[in-house]
């Protein structure tokens, strides 16, 4: 069970039909993914975000005039037959993203300051069984210099695995950097699974993706004006002084 040569084999070797060991990881994978099992009830809610607003015509006795108003409902869904690729989802093939809180939902849009973002609460329609990336996602790199014991060897994968779901991928790297986390993301969608979790890197809250939109309902909607976007860094301390 090894991610590295797991997410080389699929990005760079044979991304439709898979090498024996890719087989061996996914089953590895969900044979070890028992405390990794999340329900989540009928009736509990995510946010979703988008960038932008609809527009509305307004009149009154004197005048006439347009108004910013959050998405409707049916804008805040994933286009059915125009679907982006994703972290979880290859081109065509929509899915739903949420998140679990407004803050998270709208930072994983990215916005810019003076920006408009539609948010919406979606309802839960019935129990969804997802699983459960984010646990461990806070662990730091692990270096081995000889085989680890089995049980902190599959932590480190899980925790790898997370990594990778969690990552953001900038418009400057290949969408082959995609093609991992959607493999495992299908693998556990026919296996039965709903969807995923797993921890934003933009927000403080946790990501969802659901595989199935029609299982949750638009319930509100509200439109956001950015006033700010903050920024937190450490100093790595690699500094070069050019000579």
């Keep these: ?31 070890t993914s028992n405390t990794r099992h999340r329900l989540i ?55 739903l993203y949420a998140a679990s809180d407004k803050e998270t939902a709208m930072a994983e849009v990215r916005p810019w300051v003076g920006g408009q973002v539609s948010v919406s609460q979606l309802r839960i329609m019935r129990e969804l069984k997802l699983i459960d990336f984010s646990k461990g996602h806070d662990s730091k790199f692990k270096f081995f210099f000889e085989e680890p014991p089995p049980l902190e060897r599959e932590q480190h994968i899980w925790e790898q695995v997370d990594q990778a779901f969690s990552k953001p991928i900038t418009s400057d790297l290949s969408n082959a950097e995609y093609v991992p986390t959607q493999v495992i993301a299908e693998y556990f969608k026919n296996k039965g699974f709903d969807g995923l979790v797993y921890k934003s890197k933009l927000g403080a809250g946790f990501n969802f993706a659901l595989f199935d939109f029609a299982t949750v309902s638009v319930a509100n909607g509200s439109l956001y004006s950015v006033k700010s976007v903050k920024f937190e860094y450490s100093d790595l301390e690699h500094v070069y002084t050019k000579t």
Excluded at 79 to 86: K, N, Q, R
């Design 1 to 31: 069970m090894d991610f590295d040569n797991f997410s080389k084999s699929v990005k760079n070797k044979a991304r439709f039909v898979h090498e024996n060991h890719v087989h061996d990881f996914l089953e590895t994978l969900l044979e």
């Design 41 to 95: 009830g009928e009736g509990k809610y995510v946010w979703r975000a988008q960038l932008g607003c609809a527009e509305q015509e307004c009149a009154d006795d004197e005048s006439a005039w347009v108004e910013s108003v959050a998405y409707p409902p049916e804008r805040m869904m994933p286009l059915l037959h125009a679907a982006h690729e994703g972290r979880v989802n290859p081109k065509g093939i929509p899915c």
